[in-house]
């Protein structure tokens, strides 16, 4: 639904450390829960996604986990890279998050 | 596959004047998506389409309108501009609407003087 809160809207990690992004939404009907990651100049990327009937989902270097009974859902990105650089979305529905610009220092 | 393409990527135009933009989705992707994004809003939807009817429609003046034709491909249009409508004008297909993995185009950049 419209209410999409999604912080921090900024995070400074060291290369190799981990990097957490959480995003709350309001809607218990929405059953698709997206992350989205822009750069500079570009569109939105989709980097990965979970539906409601899974807690997690994996690929790599990055997973989503989602708890549906607190309604929040977070974009975990571990052993960061320079080229992970960038700004981040969640999604609910057709609403998006403020966005997260993070930035990976070598 | 081909991604998302929009038309034309950086447009100028004068406030007062009319404005359209044009988005091909990927092939077989018959829902297409609007968002309008800039620094201080973020991502706002506008519009969504599929089979060329609008399925849904954000919280913009009906100066702010689409449509999209049978092969899928959507244009948008703003007429009377206005300064605030300076952004990046994003489209994001789907195989369906609704809650559905959609993939975004690069955006056409709309700055208005």
């Known amino acids: 639904g419209e209410n999409v809160e999604q912080h921090p809207s900024t995070l400074s990690v060291q290369e190799g450390d981990s990097a957490v992004i959480k995003c709350t939404y309001s809607?218990?009907?929405?059953?698709?829960f997206p992350w989205y990651k822009q750069e500079l100049g570009k569109g939105p990327q989709l980097i990965i996604d979970?539906?409601?009937?899974?807690g997690e989902k994996k690929d790599q270097r990055i997973a989503v986990t989602l708890n549906k009974t607190a309604k929040h859902f977070s974009l975990h990105i571990t052993e960061t890279q320079p080229e992970d650089s960038a700004v981040y979305f969640c999604?609910?529905?057709?609403?998006f998050g403020t966005g997260t610009s993070l930035t990976v220092i070598p | 596959k081909a991604g998302v393409t929009q038309t034309p990527r950086y447009l100028i135009k004068t406030r007062g004047q009319q404005v359209t933009l044009s988005c091909s989705p990927i092939s077989g992707h018959r829902s297409v998506s609007w968002y309008q994004q800039t620094p201080g809003q973020g991502l706002q939807f506008l519009f969504e389409y599929f089979s060329e009817t609008q399925r849904n429609k954000g919280n913009f003046p009906g100066r702010f309108s689409g449509r999209q034709f049978s092969n899928s491909r959507s244009e948008m249009n703003v007429s009377t501009l206005e300064l605030g409508d300076s952004a990046l004008y994003l489209c994001?297909?789907?195989?369906?609407?609704?809650?559905?993995?959609?993939?975004f185009g690069p955006g056409t950049r709309l700055l208005v003087l």
């Open positions: 979970i539906r409601s009937n899974v």
């Open positions: 809607d218990s009907a929405s059953n698709y």
């Open positions: 999604r609910d529905q057709f609403y």
């Open positions: 994001a297909s789907s195989f369906l609407p609704d809650q559905e993995t959609q993939y």
